[in-house]
């Protein structure tokens, strides 16, 4: 029995180093330096809650967060019920499933870089001569307002995360046993009825992991940000992370970026936690 725990414990071990040396040392030291007025190299004072203090009266800071909340609503329930259509699609008899299946999949792929400037192009050339051709102005100019960058970015990130998604749904849709829905079908039930009451409570945990591989995913964007855009105009579009490294590398404020990632590390940490604890107590027992 002592030589199946210390086998254990010397597998494990990398494991645990790893986790230490990448998760929980940075972490604990970044919550150091957001007590701190660390330049990125040095140290010279010891400033307590200041920073925090300072980041609850930092508009700008509360305008990219309430941002990222709205944004991260709607980019979860899109991408869920695409996802979710799209796994209904393919898991069909159809002769094309697989190929279909490889299509919706490859835009997660591509990366969040260069999926930002496709869709620049798309949503500035393309939608700007399809409006001036059929006299639509709201379809020039599209990523010149807040609401139409919004929309924009929440088109581009379903796009790109409805395949992974799809992915999930398919591998659950594909367990649930043929004979409960022949049962359904025989005792008169129809195909909205047989898919909510049957196929929605057997793909429970489904919903779980894609809920909080959406949400973390849509709270921690930066680059599809970025590179779409660019947090205009006048930083209205502007999320949580491309908020906090633009005060770290652009206004050099390393320690007062540290707290905004740390309060940000907390509130998705606490979201994501109540999201799963709450669908699981949904889930069916198998």
Same mark, same amino acid.
């Given at each position: ?22 998760? /929980?040392?940075? $972490?604990?030291?970044? !919550?150091?330096?957001?007590? &701190?007025?660390?330049? %990125? +190299?040095? =140290? ?91 006299? /639509?102005?709201? $379809?020039?100019?599209? !990523?010149?307002?807040?609401? &139409?960058?919004?929309? %924009? +970015?929440? =088109? ?131």
């Amino acid at each position: 029995m002592k030589n199946r725990d210390l086998s254990f414990w010397l597998f494990l071990a990398p494991v645990l180093v790893a986790i230490f040396i990448v998760v /929980i040392y940075p $972490l604990l030291t970044g !919550l150091y330096y957001s007590f &701190t007025n660390w330049d %990125g +190299l040095r =140290i010279s004072k010891f400033v307590g809650f200041d920073n925090y203090i300072k980041l609850f009266h930092d508009k700008e800071f509360g305008d990219a967060f309430w941002f990222t909340i709205k944004f991260s609503i709607a980019a979860i329930i899109v991408i869920n019920i695409i996802g979710l259509g799209l796994a209904l699609i393919v898991t069909q008899r159809i002769k094309t499933s697989s190929f279909l299946r490889t299509v919706f999949f490859m835009p997660n792929l591509i990366g969040g870089l260069i999926l930002g400037f496709i869709w620049q192009f798309i949503f500035t050339k393309a939608f700007a001569s399809i409006g001036e051709s059929i006299g /639509i102005e709201g $379809l020039q100019g599209w !990523l010149s307002t807040t609401e &139409t960058g919004f929309w %924009g +970015l929440v =088109i581009l990130t379903s796009w790109q995360m409805a395949g992974y998604v799809m992915i999930i749904y398919i591998a659950y849709l594909q367990s649930v046993p043929e004979e409960l829905i022949e049962a359904a079908q025989i005792d008169g039930a129809n195909r909205f009825q047989r898919f909510r009451n049957i196929t929605v409570p057997m793909i429970a945990p489904a919903f779980t992991v894609s809920l909080f591989l959406t949400l973390s995913n849509s709270f921690k964007m930066y680059d599809q940000n970025l590179s779409l855009t660019n947090g205009g105009p006048f930083n209205s579009t502007q999320m949580v992370a491309m908020d906090i490294v633009k005060t770290a590398f652009t206004e050099n404020s390393m320690a007062y970026a540290q707290s905004k990632a740390m309060i940000f590390f907390v509130t998705v940490a606490a979201i994501s936690l109540l999201q799963v604890y709450y669908n699981k107590k949904k889930e069916v027992e198998l």
